[in-house]
């Protein structure tokens, strides 16, 4: 069973905010939540993660929910560059499973 | 700052010939991870590797077998290759597996078998 649901395909103008939203309703305590990227065939790359604070980065910030149930992944000022598919992943002490995230397209 | 390392990057076999695939950690990572990601699909997992021992399994056929060395670094054989092996390798590591640990992904060895 999927732990994630997130939109299989999202647009964003360059230049403006790209929200990416991920729904982890069934979330356990001791379980993180990740996010990584990847760009056309290139190995995932890490952006950031959280336990139950909003995180930022040099990359993104991570809106996790009071209830821990839902997160939003926020790239500020989206460039062409970061067109990728976006993977929201739930894990505690397992390794990564990837789901199937959403597709970003960044248009100028 | 150093990566994960694959090698080689790009393998062409033949149906039924063996591969070994190779992934050097990040400096004083002692965890490794395996990938399999076939044409338009997600990662899979397939197997990973703590301080030497292997510590979780994942849908790796029986005709594949891993290991990890003294030196942290990890090989995949891949025996018997079938046409549906060809897919995106990719190998990860991470300093320990505790949830609250990233993990980084080297650039992916491309199998192709014939």
């Known amino acids: 069973d999927a732990k994630t649901t997130q939109p299989p395909s999202m647009d964003c103008a360059e230049g403006r905010a790209a929200n990416l939203p991920c729904n982890h309703s069934t979330i356990s305590g001791n379980e993180y939540v990740y996010w990584y990227r990847q760009i056309h065939s290139q190995g995932p790359q890490y952006i950031i993660h959280g336990l139950k604070n909003n995180e930022t980065n040099e990359m993104a910030s991570l809106i996790i929910t009071e209830d821990r149930k839902s997160s939003t992944l926020i790239l500020p000022h989206a460039t062409l560059r970061d067109t990728a598919v976006y993977y929201c992943i739930v894990t505690g002490n397992t390794p990564l499973v990837f789901g199937k995230g959403t597709r970003l397209s960044v248009i100028a | 700052a150093a990566g994960v390392i694959q090698s080689p990057r790009h393998l062409i076999k033949e149906k039924r010939e063996t591969a070994t695939l190779k992934c050097y950690p990040i400096p004083r990572h002692d965890t490794v991870y395996w990938y399999q990601q076939g044409p338009g699909q997600d990662p899979q997992f397939l197997i990973s590797f703590y301080e030497k021992m292997q510590s979780d399994k994942g849908s790796i056929p029986d005709r594949f077998s891993a290991q990890q060395f003294s030196d942290y670094h990890s090989e995949l054989n891949m025996s018997s290759l079938e046409l549906g092996d060809s897919a995106l390798y990719f190998c990860?590591?991470?300093?320990?597996?505790?949830?609250?640990?990233?993990?980084?992904f080297g650039q992916g060895t491309r199998l192709t078998v014939v």
């Open positions: 990860a590591s991470s300093w320990g597996i505790r949830p609250n640990t990233e993990a980084f």
